[in-house]
């Protein structure tokens, strides 16, 4: 009988890749043991490199592909393989969806214990790609040199994104394909700028010397309107003007401008104080009927289009008579509570930061929206010791929206006193959600639909919409 290979960190292995492991890794088997390889996508047979061991699995990296996978496509970008971004271009738009629905699914029968968990509808993107409307670049004196590139090349100046695992390197990006093509134009202007004018030079984060630190930009996909934010480590305006300038000049398009500055150490793309430079403090976007002032800083879905989607899927899952009280817990800036309100009776939004719920309140206002009400809650404790305004009726409907993390375990256990009808939760992470719905199963609560919708094309991230019903 053949012996086992022992898996070793160093190790050459051939292997096949099975699957998409959750965050993107290529999946394949030795003897039964797991190994996550970096850069491997379904059905590709490649030589690997075993870079770390752990006690259940192992993770190793291509050296070469030695089969292709039929469901292999050439990736547009130039920058693919090196930025961490869209790591799975090169994978077939239909087979990205058929692994994302595959790792939701694997999730819920793993770590819920829903055996016969499965997808009731996948809503896949449309454009796959300019489809971002934020996008955020960093300044660095600490470009990445690839393999390809001269020895001699400069390495003094970066307008790009992390390296993937290290916070030091930025690689110089040229063009990226998820946001809109004009912000690939702002891009470059501004990288020439910098390059001929000395004293615009990148923050360094080791020496915390220098002067730009990142260039942020914000499209209203639906209105055309563009917002630049130039962070930079001080305040100095007359510094900036041959950038603000060239952008203003070249970029008629530009509807919003204004610089964020950040004297922390803190590597953080939002300042202490904003100067409006140009145009308005902010930029409009709508989702339907609705109207939505975004600033520099405001939280808003990054893909309007399938925000849009999303938001849908809510509505459809809920199935609204319009005589319901709604409870949209970490609502953030209130856009699905809003989304809702004029098919719902009332909404009560709940969230612990006090500027998105300020950003909610006006949203409200400007589209003249009465029945949507926002309270300041930490929902790890809010509900547990009683302190629910008893004017508050009981809702109909639960629509939860938590971070990555999930829940916190007293909200969970929470949940099923309200004795809502519906409860409709919404996530980004699958394992979470799984690990919650757990918990509801427990106390009556039954997956009645499931859908994904596909947000981020071509990257690992994955969002769903789950009813759950008595």
């Known amino acids: 009988m053949k012996e086992p290979i022992i898996i070793k960190r160093g190790l050459e292995l051939e292997l096949r890749i099975e699957s998409l492991a959750y965050g993107g890794m290529g999946l394949a088997r030795k003897d039964d043991f797991v190994i996550f390889v970096k850069g491997g996508i379904p059905g590709q047979t490649v ?215 950040n004297t922390r150490k803190s590597d953080v793309a939002f300042g202490e104080f904003e100067t409006l430079v140009f145009g308005e403090p902010f930029i409009q976007e709508t989702i339907g009927d609705l109207t939505f002032e975004i600033s520099a800083n405001s939280f808003f879905q990054t893909n309007t289009f399938q925000g849009k989607q999303l938001y849908d899927e809510i509505v459809k899952a809920a199935r609204l008579t319009g005589s319901e009280i709604v409870f949209d817990l970490y609502c953030g800036t209130g856009t699905i509570g809003l989304y809702l309100a004029n098919q719902v009776k009332e909404v009560y939004g709940f969230e612990v930061i006090r500027s998105a719920l300020e950003n909610a309140e006006k949203n409200a206002q400007q589209n003249k929206i009465t029945n949507a009400i926002f309270l300041k809650a930490n929902l790890d404790t809010y509900f547990k010791t009683g302190q629910l305004p008893r004017r508050i009726p009981k809702p109909d409907v639960v629509i939860i929206d938590p971070p990555r993390a999930g829940m916190h375990p007293d909200m969970t256990n929470y949940l099923h006193k309200f004795k809502a009808e519906k409860i409709v939760y919404v996530s980004c992470n699958p394992t979470t959600q799984a690990r919650d719905a757990k918990v509801l199963a427990e106390k009556g609560y039954g997956i009645k639909n499931a859908v994904m919708v596909d947000m981020f094309p071509h990257t690992p991230h994955i969002e769903t919409v789950i009813l759950f019903s008595k």
């Open 47 to 261: 030589q690997a490199l075993v870079y770390k061991k752990k006690k259940g699995f192992a993770e190793a990296r291509v050296l070469e592909i030695l089969e292709e996978s039929h469901n292999t496509v050439d990736a547009r970008c130039s920058h693919f393989g090196v930025c961490g971004g869209c790591k799975i271009q090169n994978l077939s738009y239909e087979e990205q969806l058929n692994e994302k629905a595959q790792q939701v699914e694997d999730a819920f029968h793993r770590l819920g214990g829903f055996n016969d968990f499965k997808m009731d509808n996948i809503v896949g993107a449309d454009p796959i790609f300019n489809y971002r409307n934020k996008m955020e670049f960093t300044f660095s004196p600490y470009r990445w040199v690839l393999e390809s590139e001269p020895k001699d090349v400069d390495k003094t100046f970066a307008l790009g994104l992390h390296i993937p695992g290290r916070y030091d390197k930025i690689l110089d990006i040229n063009e990226c394909h998820i946001q809109p093509g004009i912000g690939n134009q702002i891009l470059k202007i501004t990288r020439d700028v910098c390059l001929k004018h000395e004293e615009l030079k990148p923050y360094d984060p080791k020496s915390h010397i220098g002067f730009l630190r990142y260039l942020m930009l914000r499209y209203g996909i639906n209105t055309n309107q563009i917002m630049v934010n130039i962070v930079t480590a001080y305040d100095d305006l007359d510094k900036l003007a041959p950038l603000i300038d060239a952008l203003l000049e070249q970029i008629p398009e530009i509807t919003s401008m204004v610089n964020n500055v």
